[in-house]
């Protein structure tokens, strides 16, 4: 596997930007799964991700490559790293970037099988901000550099930190007693590394079987680790297997956590990454999919994307998300309907189509039902009832729906319902209220329905103001 033979793959099979979704990052044909180094370097945002070009499957994994000057399209870069050295000889898997005196620094990991064992170390590649090479040190920071007992086949996913002249890394691994950690270590040059302490682990053995893609920061006055956990399922908040989730507090030496909260309720969101761009926003992007529902055509070639950039802050102790202030200049055809009386099913005129950007009010105490992407066979659907959230694909086109529904209860709820909805050809995300909860999924109904209808079986009062996205700022 290497880089040269994923190139001319890629040219041979790309799918036009024009079939895929034109804010969401995709890979120009494959499998992505996690965001990874998302970065600023040299004033442009870059973004690399897990990749496998050759299938619509996981497999080996390289690091495909884009920038962005606004967040929101995307430019193609040639794939930045492949598997082809001993050390990551079964994969590049996820990592993190950062803008260095040495140039464009990915720290990454280097996932080795030997016979039934497995060894995931710590790697570097440096780079002009399109070609890398990866350091002669190679690994720099393996799991026998961690104290005895600890797993050397679950570390992985770094994210690489520069304070006070030092570099800092966080790694997702195991301690002694087989509880998810977050280990820090710190390196003066980034090739010499050592173990510093766990700043959070598992305490009650409870919370899944790895904290993967850890991230931490310090926003509006809290701190916040980010982490997404494997194979876990708790109560209504927790109960989609692979969730991407927050711990809010204090940061100091260790995390002292207030409270553990999910990023996303909906049916596909997993392994952020957050950047603080130069004017001093927190950006996350996420994988849009989950690890247990590919509801993609079998002969759709592209398989998966992010989500929308979201600008994170801290109100009343929790994390809200917007999508970034950069989507605006895309808004195109407007249209307002303002305190609309709604009994029954509707639809509104100039409200339909698969690009778009949404705020639907609902002012009283009613329920609703809003069906997107319809046709005379198909819908998407999402829901209010009972103070209950309802998101559902079955009807999408998939050929299977198991894991096609998500329920959750409006975690903060307010006087109104107020409902951000951006639709990009194949995904939607509800940002709800201020955008303390938000819900995503992906669903790839054939493109032609179009159709958005609004339902409710009481008297419902209703503002519904609708932009349509264009595909480019400039049309
Ligand atoms: C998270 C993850 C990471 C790993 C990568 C492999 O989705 O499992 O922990 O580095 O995906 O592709």
């Not at 849009?288 to 759709?300: G, I, M, R, V, Y």
């Not at 970034?324 to 305190?339: F, M, Q, T």
Request: aromatic share 12%.
């Amino acid at each position: 596997m290497n880089l040269e033979k994923a190139k001319t793959y890629i040219e041979n099979n790309r799918v036009a930007q024009d079939e895929r979704p034109a804010f969401h990052l995709t890979a120009p044909v494959g499998w992505i799964n996690d965001p990874n180094g998302f970065s600023i370097f040299q004033n442009h945002y870059h973004m690399f991700y897990q990749y496998h070009p050759y299938s619509d499957q996981w497999g080996p994994m390289h690091w495909g490559h884009a920038i962005s000057d606004d967040l929101m399209t995307w430019k193609e870069l040639p794939v930045a790293l492949a598997p082809d050295q001993e050390y990551d000889s079964f994969g590049c898997f996820s990592g993190t970037a950062l803008e260095t005196k040495e140039g464009h620094v990915l720290f990454y990991t280097g996932v080795k099988q030997d016979g039934d064992d497995v060894y995931q170390n710590q790697c570097v590649a440096i780079g002009d901000g399109t070609h890398y090479q990866k350091v002669e040190a190679n690994p720099v920071l393996c799991g026998s550099d961690l104290p005895h007992g600890y797993s050397q086949a679950d570390f992985r996913d770094p994210k690489l930190l520069y304070q006070d002249g030092h570099y800092q890394a966080l790694i997702a691994g195991k301690n002694d007693k087989d509880q998810p950690a977050i280990i820090l270590c710190a390196s003066p040059d980034l090739r010499n590394w050592h173990y510093v302490r766990d700043i959070a682990y598992d305490i009650n053995s409870n919370l899944g079987k790895v904290w993967e893609c850890p991230d931490l920061f310090s926003l509006d006055g809290s701190d916040i680790l980010m982490l997404s956990i494997q194979d876990m399922s708790q109560g209504p908040e927790f109960h989609n297997g692979n969730i991407a989730a927050y711990m809010i507090g204090h940061y100091d030496e260790t995390f002292h956590s207030d409270g553990l909260f999910s990023l996303d309720d909906g049916l596909d969101f997993y392994a952020p990454e957050t950047i603080e761009t130069k004017d001093h926003r927190r950006i996350m992007i996420g994988w849009l999919q989950n690890w247990d529902s590919f509801p993609k055509p079998a002969n759709q070639k592209w398989a998966n994307m992010m989500s929308i950039p979201r600008e994170l802050h801290v109100v009343d102790g929790h994390l809200t998300q917007q999508p970034v202030k950069e989507l605006n200049a895309y808004h195109g055809d407007y249209r307002v309907y303002e305190h609309y009386s709604l009994l029954g099913t509707t639809t509104l005129p100039g409200v339909s189509g698969r690009y778009l950007d949404m705020r639907v009010t609902l002012h009283n105490a009613a329920d609703l039902e809003i069906q997107f992407a319809k046709d005379d066979t198909h819908h998407i659907s999402l829901a209010y009832r009972n103070q209950m959230l309802v998101l559902d694909r079955a009807y999408s086109g998939m050929v299977r729906d198991s894991l096609a529904h998500r329920e959750v209860r409006v975690k903060y709820p307010q006087k109104e319902l107020q409902l951000r909805i951006i639709l990009d050809r194949n995904s939607l995300e509800v940002f709800v209220n201020r955008g303390e909860q938000v819900l995503s999924m992906t669903f790839y109904t054939p493109l032609e329905a179009e159709g958005i209808s609004f339902t409710s079986t009481m008297q419902a009062d209703l503002s519904v103001e609708k932009y349509t996205l264009k595909k480019s700022a400039s049309d």
